[in-house]
């Protein structure tokens, strides 16, 4: 099948959902489909998206211009448009999470799936308009809705009267392949991890006073912008504390395998790229998914969508009263010693990230379609 992804994330970068979608495309391909991503033209274009994904299997990739300047959100109007256009005659299948693309598929008479990664609420009040007075979302061109959460899902479900049957969850899943590692046993210090932005709504403050707390372990931060790093590292001097950059998805399997435990702290609001709103009642982080391809503990916030995958003390520690420290230093302190319930909460995790590979993701794109 001939399938055009269209996505208005800037690609590449390290913002997780430009990732995801590559990741989809490049499996999509593996699982021969023809397939073209359309994406925005940025300053950052001049990198390749194979090395900067690690992506073995080839997809085209088609770039669209945007005006340097953006009056009252044009570029997304602009830019929907003309991969539309592009996509009329060239493909079978239009893939998107771009809400203005679907309408536009509707009109023409293209045959579309949608995902939804977050409530529609904080799209523009055009796109707002159109879904809620036209019902975009029960035409018959939308073959498919992909919900990353069973939360979402239900949230669309009431809000559009939606059949159930037109949404089908799919957790947003990993491309990681890692050996599995027992854990060490009687270690001395253990390397407690992070992986993702320097969001403090992302708990990394949490992690800032475990490091300050806690000397007998090391503490990594991997992600954020330099003046991020400078910032905190000019504020806070703890032996036990390394930051860096965000590393490139190749080097990921490597970095991760050289951790004992990872940390998902999120607080109750927690925002999304660019502070946009808060996605806790509907997330599906790709760091989960990535964390349990690595087979090391995770400890994560007891946020409620996140139990739809994990499960306390079975794949994962859920940390109650997580805006505590204490609590979290707690469970690390509990766990550390116990390496046998370490071993089996981390081989559960591994075991149970297979069903999530994108490689399985993709093919229930087309299940009952």
């Known amino acids: ?21 590559v990741k989809t495309c490049e499996y999509l391909s593996k699982n021969n489909h023809q397939v073209t991503l359309i994406v925005p033209d940025t300053p950052k274009s001049t990198e390749k ?31 929907s448009t003309i991969s539309v256009f592009k996509s009329l005659f060239t493909c079978d299948l239009v893939i998107t999470r771009n809400f203005f693309v679907i309408f536009l598929c509707t009109i023409f008479f293209k045959k579309c799936i949608l995902e939804i990664h977050h409530d529609i609420s904080t799209e523009s009040r055009i796109v707002n308009f159109i879904f809620n007075y036209f019902n975009i979302l029960k035409s018959n061109r939308i073959k498919k809705i992909i919900a990353i959460s069973k939360s979402i899902k239900k949230h669309y479900k009431k809000k559009f009267k939606l059949n159930s049957k ?12 890692l050996n599995y590692v027992y854990p060490k046993n009687k270690k001395k210090k253990l390397n ?32 954020g912008m330099k003046n991020q790093i400078l910032d905190i590292k000019r504020k806070f001097h703890f032996n036990n504390l390394k930051i860096s950059s965000h590393q ?31 996605i806790t009642k509907f997330t599906s982080p790709l ?11 995770i400890m994560c916030s007891d946020i409620p969508v996140l139990k739809e995958v994990i499960k306390n003390k079975n794949n994962c520690i859920i940390v109650k009263n997580f805006l505590n420290p204490n609590n979290w230093l707690m469970e690390i302190n509990k766990i550390k ?14 075991n149970e990230v297979r069903k ?5 993701r993709v093919k229930k794109y087309f299940e009952n379609i």
């Open 337 to 350: 010693n116990n390496y046998h319930l370490r071993s089996i909460i981390s081989k559960n995790s591994y």
């Open 49 to 79: 998206i194979n090395s900067f994904y690690n992506v073995k299997h080839n997809f085209t990739t088609i770039r669209i211009s945007r005006f340097k300047k953006n009056p009252r959100g044009l570029n997304y109007y602009f830019f």
């Open 192 to 223: 407690i991890g992070y992986f993702g932005s320097i969001n403090y709504s992302k708990g990394i403050g949490t992690i800032l006073k475990l490091a300050c707390m806690d000397k007998k372990n090391d503490y990594f931060i991997y992600g």
């Open 248 to 278: 490139n998805y190749k080097e990921l399997p490597k970095i991760l395998s050289k951790m004992d435990i990872l940390l998902m702290p999120y607080t109750h609001t927690v925002t999304a790229a660019g502070n946009v709103s808060d």
């Open 356 to 360: 999530y590979h994108h490689n399985n």
């Open 166 to 177: 037109k949404i089908d969850v799919l957790p947003s899943g990993t491309a990681l392949k």
């Open 1 to 21: 099948m001939k399938i055009t992804y269209i996505s208005n994330s800037s690609t590449p970068s390290h913002v997780p959902n430009s990732l995801q979608i």
């Open 287 to 297: 760091k989960l998914f990535d964390y349990m391809a690595a087979g090391k503990l």
